[in-house]
């Protein structure tokens, strides 16, 4: 059956927003990329990121720009800046954790809870992914996603040093192409 005419129009109407979107979305994206390209280290840093299988480009440069171009003496000081550590409450003879501080960049920290999600997604077979897999067992998902955290934390001492010195994460699977090669072929 044929379309009503105002349903039609309001489709086309739809549709020219979408690719007005989507133009919008690629100009976006082209002056990122040169932006980076004009920082050798973070290009370097966010190609590096992109050869693992899960990491996306979006994330990959938001990690590259917002954590690994500052320089981090341990991997306390980094967990610290993605307000991943836990805080501690100390009152008198009694010290116990709070949970972490979330006292750090926080749109990084959102970013890494994405990227170990996917990491668990496109890297099951990493050590990481299994430790993830053992200690939710049987658990709730209020318990999940705490241990999630958790896995976000070993995630970026793991990409850390995987920028800093080239130590490829244990049992990472790298990506068959990353976006510098595909758009160069």
């Given at each position: ?22 133009t ?27 050869a ?10 938001i ?8 320089q981090?003496?341990s ?99 790298m ?11």
């Amino acid at each position: 059956m044929p379309l009503a005419e105002r349903l039609r129009r309001e489709l086309e109407r739809e549709y020219q927003r979408l690719e007005l979107i989507e133009t919008q979305i690629r100009i976006v994206e082209k002056e990122r990329d040169t932006a980076d390209a004009q920082d050798p280290a973070v290009e370097q840093k966010r190609e590096l990121l992109c050869a693992l299988q899960g990491v996306g480009g979006a994330s990959a440069v938001i990690l590259a720009r917002e954590v690994f171009a500052r320089q981090f003496a341990s991997r306390r000081q980094l967990g610290s800046y993605l307000g991943l550590t836990p805080s501690a409450y100390d009152s008198g003879s009694m010290t116990r954790c709070q949970g972490i501080s979330k006292a750090g960049n926080s749109w990084a920290r959102r970013v890494l809870i994405e990227v170990a999600w996917l990491w668990r997604k496109y890297q099951p077979g990493s050590p990481l992914s299994h430790w993830y897999t053992r200690k939710t067992a049987d658990q709730s998902p209020r318990i999940r996603r705490i241990m999630l955290i958790a896995l976000a934390r070993k995630l970026a001492i793991s990409l850390w040093r995987y920028v800093e010195t080239g130590l490829v994460p244990d049992g990472a699977v790298m990506a068959k192409t990353t976006p510098h090669m595909a758009a160069a072929a």
